[in-house]
């Protein structure tokens, strides 16, 4: 068998190359598993422009000096087991490489599914380490599995964002401004502010997605970037940065002097990507997901801590997939061709907001 995989250049996102190898061995305790289907999203563009500072070139470091592997949230199917307790035909959910195939080292099996331990994770955040059996997870459906691939990682983190905010009092802020307000974890942290009593939430995006992002209806109000000035200036806010623009960054915390808060989340506008040096106000600060779903997990315990997020995920799930207005519309794409066509398009932020990619190499 063989394995085809995704290069990225590290310094040129927009560069890539195909590279297919036969398949090495199996040692004993590992799995070689099928990546059958993955999501890209614009947090997958996010794990390349952070990839260096937040460690995701690490989970599948890519064997030529320059290049690496954007890691990917999916399903896959186990093609072979030297493991005991994992099975030849389970379904896994998790955190694979641009791949058509992944070999882990599965530890700490449970009935609901286990840690990959091999040695180059042993040091990352064991959030990303984890792989859930299809059978045993309580929020799979086999009917929605693109929408649980698309959202479910982008859900997990806007949930997180918007406990962290609260978890602060917001830091004295009333007044939320998000930009890249058209992407996908954008929308789902504004959904879950909208349920605060109290707060203006502020979606920025282009002219272009204005109409997209007022239609979803989690906006307090929709502006264009070049509208920002609509906003007051003394208005006491708290900046969620998903673009990582750092000309709107600079805009922002020049306009407003009553910044209580500067969150830095994502790197959607991959071109104007920038450091914060030197801006007026509070300190960018980089949020990382784990941190407050590890904080969460000690302070609730593990258990509370999975039902709060099953019952948020079952209503902001129902939200999006609503047949009679959808906040998502999957697209498929299959074969190499068309997987480096589809990352072109959403490392370019072309296209529909409305729709979700699903790749497969296979």
């Not at 997958?44 to 990839?51: D, H, K, L, Q, V």
Request: neutral net charge; charged residues 15%.
């Amino acid at each position: 068998m063989s394995n085809t995989t995704l290069l990225v250049n590290k310094d040129k996102l927009a560069q890539t190359r195909l590279v297919t190898q036969d398949d090495a061995p199996l040692a004993q305790g590992q799995i070689r598993v099928a990546v059958d289907t993955f999501a890209l999203t614009s947090n997958n563009i996010t794990y390349g422009a952070f990839g260096d500072r937040m460690g995701y070139w690490q989970f599948f470091p890519a064997a030529e000096q320059g290049w690496g592997i954007i890691p990917v949230w999916g399903f896959g199917t186990v093609l072979q087991s030297l493991c005991p307790g994992v099975a030849v035909g389970e379904r896994l959910y998790g955190y694979w490489p641009m791949a058509s195939s992944a070999v882990l080292q599965p530890g700490r099996l449970s009935e609901r599914g286990f840690a990959d331990q091999a040695a180059r994770r042993s040091q990352l955040s064991p959030v990303y380490n984890q792989y859930l059996r299809c059978n045993a997870d309580p929020l799979y459906t086999a009917g929605t599995e693109s929408a649980q691939a698309l959202l479910r990682p982008l859900f997990t983190t806007s949930w997180l964002i918007d406990d962290f905010l609260a978890d602060n009092a917001f830091f004295g802020a009333d007044t939320l401004l998000l930009s890249s307000a058209s992407s996908k974890t954008a929308w789902g942290t504004a959904f879950h502010l909208a349920r605060r009593p109290g707060l203006q939430v502020i979606g920025l995006t282009s002219a272009a997605n204005k109409a997209f992002c007022d239609s979803l209806g989690c906006y307090s109000r929709v502006l264009a970037y070049e509208e920002l000035d609509a906003v007051p200036a003394q208005a006491a806010c708290a900046y969620v940065d998903f673009a990582g623009n750092a000309g709107l960054r600079l805009a922002i915390h020049s306009r407003f002097p009553q910044l209580k808060y500067s969150c830095s989340v994502g790197g959607t506008h991959v071109e104007q990507l920038g450091g914060s040096k030197d801006l007026p106000g509070p300190k960018p600060q980089l949020f990382f997901a784990p941190a407050q779903g590890q904080k969460r997990d000690a302070e609730w315990g593990p258990a509370e801590f999975k039902q709060r997020l099953g019952q948020a995920w079952n209503t902001f799930q129902a939200a999006v997939t609503d047949p009679r207005s959808p906040w998502l519309v999957v697209q498929q794409h299959r074969g190499a061709e068309e997987v480096e066509a589809a990352y072109a398009q959403v490392l370019a932020g072309r296209g529909d907001p409305r729709e979700g990619h699903m790749l497969s190499l296979r």
